[in-house]
């Protein structure tokens, strides 16, 4: 087990030696790294290695079996081609935390033990976040400092889930947990807020549009899918995922469908994806189990595909909403033509990606006899034409002119779009390759008569309905709220609610203390007398009865009117009786 390197470590140390090198000499040892890292995978014998003893405990970093290959393998591939595409990034700290992020991903694909796991699951958020505020915007930096704000607060829920476990079983190992305890629903939660399950995913729509061009590649790529892997490692058969999944395919489609800006068409689409993951782990048979592995193999090249196309149109243009953009096909027809391999592919087009993996799932869900699931599955699939596969491409490119003539964006990121598009469509063409690498014999023929004219006809029926809704699909400039809205207003009311009274006594102390004091014992030491019998004068008046009451306050008001001079009336003996039995009440009560 000694004749290689944990993926993760490799990744995290080369990404720590980036800032040694300049020029072209860093270009190749970006492109190099990811090439090293896919050697070494192959070299990964199957079973358990790089273990140790940490506090009667044994810490996994190598756990090797056929899920968390295929997480590598395509974990690897994407990094390879990101890297490729962001060779013109001169920004030295994006690299390094780029890679960071890739090495704590596949840290915690290949994590035998729930500690591992955990410390690489923080590291991955912490190195993700870079990606984000790297844009150096203020919306950037707003959005970053959400992003890790919920990430703190998943992973806190995860690390309580993970504790309790420990204490209750002494067990770290990372394996099937399935829910039962609160445990185990604690680590769902955090496992299910880094999936971006609703109502937990709206950090991904609010943060990945806000990335720089190169990091939202990335965040496209990991943070979900490592969710996935850990579901499907932990929690597969779990029937509360199945609709979990579901409601993510048509939640992810309706704010799709609404959405102006194009990155975050894609976010939302994002989550669009990883619920038929999520719906197939929740199934959890085999063929089940099979398509959620194999659909986050192929929604990683396809949608890493169409941020790449995404982002290359906003480093071209420096625009990103979709009112603002349009015609472009004549200016950018390579990268437009990326892009209709990636949303054909998203869209499940017979010889792309998304057609040989997503069918898995929906053939699961009707295997299973769950009819509704399969029906809201389909019309999800169909709803994914809708959006990613004419609604992204169309606006963008087409549509009504803008004006905008950009050039095609940088070699080296039309070469990463062109090796993601080719494996979308190898993929496609030979699905036996993947379906070879899945964790079990996979025997489903995704190229079957029936499959194939019943997706056409999906897909040309979704076709027609674009076109007819077409005038009420047009871009507007419009802001889209989602559940961030709960916790992004609802943070500032409560923090009104509590603060505005906070904030009154702290003034009316600030005011007392500064003002009212001091005021009061220069007036005071003018005339202590007089001022004492002001205030004994003031407190008689308050018990005093309707007939005295009138005289008392014209000699209250003589009194005040010559302080501080003496020329007061002396107290009567009841009054002054009065003031005795006031001050000695005081005194055994407060002293």
């Not at 694909?109 to 150096?136: H, N, P």
């Amino acid at each position: 087990m000694s004749n290689y390197f944990p993926p993760a470590i490799l990744f995290i140390i080369g990404a720590l030696l980036i800032p040694f090198f300049r020029g072209r000499v860093r270009q190749a040892f970006i492109v190099l790294l990811p090439s090293l890292a896919f050697v070494n995978l192959f070299m990964l014998p199957e079973g358990i290695g790089w273990t140790y003893r940490f506090l009667d405990y044994e810490l996994i970093l190598a756990r090797v079996d056929r899920l968390s290959m295929v997480f590598g393998y395509i974990f690897v591939i994407m990094a390879f081609a990101g890297a490729i595409y962001s060779l013109h990034v001169k920004n030295t700290l994006e690299h390094i935390a780029a890679f960071i992020y890739v090495g704590s991903s596949l840290g915690v694909v290949f994590a035998g033990d729930y500690l591992s796991l955990y410390v690489f699951w923080e590291v991955m958020a912490f190195s993700s976040v870079c990606l984000i505020c790297a844009s150096k915007t203020r919306a950037s930096q707003a959005a970053s400092f959400r992003y890790i704000l919920v990430h703190i607060f998943g992973g806190l829920v995860l690390l309580a889930g993970i504790i309790f476990h420990v204490s209750t079983t002494g067990s770290i190992k990372f394996e099937y947990l399935g829910l039962s305890g609160l445990a185990s629903y604690l680590i769902l939660f955090g496992f299910a807020l880094n999936a971006a399950i609703p109502p937990l995913s709206a950090w991904l729509s609010d943060a990945y549009p806000e990335g720089t061009v190169a990091g939202t590649v990335f965040l496209s790529a990991y943070t979900t899918k490592t969710a996935v892997y850990t579901l499907a490692r932990a929690f597969p058969g779990t029937d509360i995922l199945v609709w979990a999944g579901t409601i993510m395919t048509l939640y992810g489609i309706v704010y799709a469908i609404l959405e102006n800006d194009m990155r975050r068409v894609l976010a939302y689409s994002i989550i669009n994806q990883v619920g038929f993951m999520v719906a197939g782990i929740g199934i959890g048979t085999a063929m089940a189990l099979n398509g959620a592995t194999a659909h986050a193999f192929a929604h990683i090249l396809y949608k890493a595909l169409l941020m790449m196309s995404a982002g290359a149109v906003l480093f071209m243009t420096g625009r990103s909403k979709t009112t603002e953009l349009g015609g472009l096909y004549k200016s950018m027809p390579i990268t437009l033509l990326f892009c209709l391999v990636g949303a054909a592919s998203i869209s499940a087009f017979p010889l792309t990606g998304g057609f040989v993996s997503k069918s898995m799932v929906i053939v699961a869900a009707g295997e299973e006899k769950k009819t509704a699931i399969w029906l809201l599955l389909n019309l999800a699939s169909a709803g994914v034409f809708l959006h990613a596969g004419i609604k992204f491409p169309y606006f963008v490119f087409f549509a009504k002119d803008s004006g905008l003539r950009p050039s095609e964006p940088p070699v080296n990121m039309l070469i990463g779009m062109g090796i993601l598009a080719f494996l979308c469509i190898f993929i496609g063409v030979f699905p036996g390759v993947l379906y070879h690498i899945l964790p079990f014999p996979v025997e489903y023929v995704p190229y079957t008569a029936a499959h194939v004219v019943g997706q056409l006809q999906l897909l040309m029926f979704s076709a027609l309905a674009f076109f007819i809704l077409l005038p009420y699909l047009q871009r507007t400039n419009t802001i889209t709220l989602d559940t961030d809205w709960i916790y992004r207003r609802g943070a500032q009311r409560l923090l009104s609610l509590a603060g505005t009274p906070l904030i009154r006594l702290s003034d009316n102390l600030s005011w007392f203390f500064n003002e009212g004091m001091p005021k009061f014992l220069v007036w005071f030491g003018q005339n202590p007398p007089g001022a004492l019998k002001i205030a004994a004068d003031t407190i008689v008046l308050s018990f005093s009865g309707q007939k005295k009451r009138a005289e008392l306050k014209k000699q209250l008001e003589m009194e005040k009117e010559l302080y501080p001079a003496d020329r007061l009336y002396p107290w009567s003996i009841g009054a002054a009786v009065s003031l005795v039995l006031l001050l000695f009440f005081v005194y055994l009560f407060f002293l």
